[in-house]
Structure formats: structure tokens, C-alpha cells
């Protein structure tokens, strides 16, 4: 199989494609493709030209921490959860999230889903046990902050006032839990989500977690109609 990776040595040199020849077995993810590119000495592309290690991110390999998220086959996943059986054809392309400002190669800058947060004080200053709807909040936790719903939302653009589905998650989540923020977190939600939602939800489909997006802007719809 050929792997060609969209490579780019720091945030404002051009970005170029190199291509390698991967011979392991099918079963394996992304990640361990990418990995064992990179674990040898002398790293080669298919046309014998020798290369630099590649750059990306990974901690848990198991679906569980979002660093490995990227563009595979035009379709963003996480590479630890991408399985080269499951890919069609025999070449496999590998590129950067693209809404997001490169670091270098696969390694982009997603700190602005947390500042987003920051910037509108989605963080609980007091738990309320009672809370309500434990089972959504639940599924609301599970976000990765892995950034695949904006990569897919035809309306996030990073820097601009739409923040996106994990934003809108983790309103409802924080709503939940701290009740006595539920007024203004609502002005933030409408702000910065409930206002330019398309509802197009291809969020949905990517998020690696299953998150119910959907659920929850029905969730905060019914707090705002309160
Ligand atoms: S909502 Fe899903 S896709 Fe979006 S950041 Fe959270 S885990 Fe990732
Ligand atoms: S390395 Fe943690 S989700 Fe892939």
C-alpha cells in the first residue's frame, strides 16, 4: 500500500505530499502505520529519497484522548481508530486537520475549542448535585475536544464567532451541573451556536465518541423556551 502524507515543517512554510510504501498486515490502525514509518533510523520515501521523522500527536491509542485526529482518505477520524481493512483502494491519504493552524505535519493547533470555553465561562463554579438528565450528561463528558465536528461543520470557522458542536456540549453539560449559570450560559449558547446552526449535523457522524449533539440543542432549546 502507499501512504501519502501531507507534510509541513512549521506553521508558515509550504506544505508538500511525500509518499511511503507500507507492507504490514490489514488489521492495523493509522497509527500504527504512521508509527512504523517513523521507527527506523533511516526513514525513506517510495522513491528512495531519504526523509524526516513524522510529526503527530497520539497518548492513549485507544480512542480515548483525541491527540490523533487528522484527515484520512479526505475523511477526518482518528488515526488509532482507522483501520487500514476498512479503507478502500491501495493508496491511503494522510493530511492535517485542516480548520485548525498547523504546527507541523499531522500536529495542529486546537487550543481555541478550550479558549472558546474560556471565553465564555462554560466551566461549573459551583456543582449542583441534584442536576438533572444524568444519562445526557454522561454522553456530553465523553467530548475529546478532538475537533473532528468542526473539521466537518460547514459553519466553524476557527477565530470566528461560531464555536460548534463541542462548545454546545459542553453548554449543556455545565447548565446541567450548575443550574444557577443556566442564564447566562443560554446567552452564550445563542451566541455563539444556537444562532448559526445550519443543523447540516455532519458533527454527528464523525464524532468518535457518539456524542448526540442533536439531543443536546433540544436539551438547551427547551431551557431557553423555560
Ligand atoms: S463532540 Fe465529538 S467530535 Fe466534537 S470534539 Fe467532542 S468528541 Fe470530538
Ligand atoms: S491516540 Fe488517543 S485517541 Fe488516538
New binding site residues.
Partial sequence: MKVKILRQVHPGSEPYWEEFDYNGPAESSV?SVIDSINFTDDIVTSDGKKTTRIGWE???????????AMVINGVPA????TFVRDLKGDVVTIQPLKKFPVVHDLITDRSSIQENLKKSNIYIEEYDPEGEDHEHQYLAAKC?K?GLCLEVCPNYTTGKTFYGAAFANDCYLVASRNRSKSGQILDEYSKHFGLACSKSLSCMDVC?VGIPTLASIGKMNRKKSK
Fill in positions: 497509527a497520539c497518548a492513549c491509542l485507544q480512542g480515548m484522548c483525541g491527540a490523533c482518528l488515526a488509532c481508530e475529546l478532538c468518535p
